[in-house]
């Protein structure tokens, strides 16, 4: 565990200072991003205001600048600048995991550890979702017992949807990602996002994620 921990570390660190070459204020018009100015730049990440400092290019949160961010909150504001195509855009057609382009591969892997825990956590408490998410500031959805809109970057919208088991059937869980969701980040980065996307809604319903 220590060893993952300072591979996370090296790993940010070296993110931190390839963002030093970063050109903020091209990929601040291109990405349509709010904000952008002299001094430390601003970045709403799943609706917590978070700031690049210019000057060595470290994130911190806004409202609490003590607080240590994660490894996915940290490389998921990196990779958007890093990864991001010259001119992206959404198509507005949402996909899971599965049929997205380069991220296939890491699809089962990505349901047994994140959807399918996610569905266990919140069987029976459909009424927690809602709140969970209506707490995020998330838009609802009305296509599932508890889905919503969640905008990762204001670029970047993950829809996520949850259906309640009964006698017959297990609780489901999917996250569906816009299809052209790798204009602005690397495939594997979409995982890291999705995941920290159902760690939110946890944390905002006071509950742990049963493994």
């Known amino acids: 565990m220590a060893m993952q921990e300072d591979n996370y570390k090296n790993l940010c660190e070296y993110w931190r200072l390839k963002a030093l070459e970063i050109d903020f204020e091209e990929r601040y018009a291109a990405l349509g991003l709010p904000g952008y100015n002299d001094n430390n730049l601003p970045i709403t990440y799943f609706g917590v ?4 400092n210019r000057s060595d290019a470290r994130i911190y949160n806004v409202e609490k600048p003590e607080e240590e961010l994660d ?14 195509k010259k001119a992206p855009l959404n198509s507005n057609q949402f996909i899971p995991l599965h049929e997205l382009k380069g991220a296939a591969p890491f699809s089962p892997a990505f349901k047994k550890s994140t959807l399918t825990p996610f569905a266990k956590t919140f069987e029976g408490k459909t009424k927690q979702l ?6 995020l500031g998330f838009e609802r959805l009305s296509n599932s017992d508890a889905g919503f809109q969640a905008m990762a970057f204001v670029c970047m919208p993950i829809r996520f949807l949850f259906w309640d088991g009964d006698d017959e059937l297990p609780p489901e869980a999917t996250i569906l990602f816009d299809k052209k969701i790798t204009d602005f980040t690397h495939e594997e980065t979409v995982i890291g996002i999705g995941c920290d996307l159902i760690k939110r809604l946890v944390a ?6 049963l493994l």
């Open 49 to 52: 205001d978070y700031a690049i």
């Open 130 to 135: 809602i709140a969970a998410g209506e707490k």
């Open 204 to 209: 905002a319903a006071g509950l742990k994620l």
């Open 71 to 84: 490894f996915y909150s940290l490389t998921a504001i990196y990779h958007l600048f890093y990864f991001s």
